[in-house]
């Protein structure tokens, strides 16, 4: 708990000060429990999932005036996929050949190899879709408790300064 000691005549003044100062407190906090959150979600990224994906996530700060202080997100373009799963669906020529590409690089396989586990790959997609991760939800609770933290520590040091 931080002290402060002002006169009566100046209460108000410091008062008004000390509110100025509470909303950019909160906002540093919400960045680095964003900074933490960044770093959970990362390790948990599943295995096999292209590191493009693990260097998707970005903070974005939103302006002073808006309700949200701070946006993680993911901009890989199959982020959705990765988590929410997909109902059955044909994979392209070009699906194929980067599955190909990935089994190569992944699984050290030759290129003729490759290509019959990504046709294989494929035909269980077209069949069964892809099975969802959840990763990004099931870690919210965490997550909310790293907002929670940061936000109180970075209120704390802040209140502590004259």
Known sequence: MARI????????????????????LVR??????AQRARS???KRTPVGISGH????????????????????????PYAAIVEYGARPHPVSIEGQA??????????GLTEAKAKGVAFL????????????????????PEIRKFA??????AIEKGSKKP
């Open 40 to 42: 959970l979600l990362v």
């Open 5 to 24: 000691k002002v006169a009566p005549e100046d209460l108000g003044k410091a008062l008004r000060k000390q509110a100025l100062k509470v909303p950019k």
């Open 148 to 153: 929670q933290q940061e936000i109180l520590r």
């Open 121 to 140: 790959i494929a035909r269980k997609i077209r069949k069964e879709g892809q099975a969802p991760t959840y990763f990004i939800r099931d870690s919210l």
């Open 98 to 107: 980067a599955i190909a590409l990935w089994a190569q690089r992944k699984l």
């Open 53 to 76: 994906m693990k260097g998707a996530w970005k903070i974005v700060r939103q302006a002073p005036t808006s309700k949200v202080l701070i946006e993680l997100i993911n901009d890989a």
């Open 28 to 33: 540093k906090g919400a960045r680095r429990a």
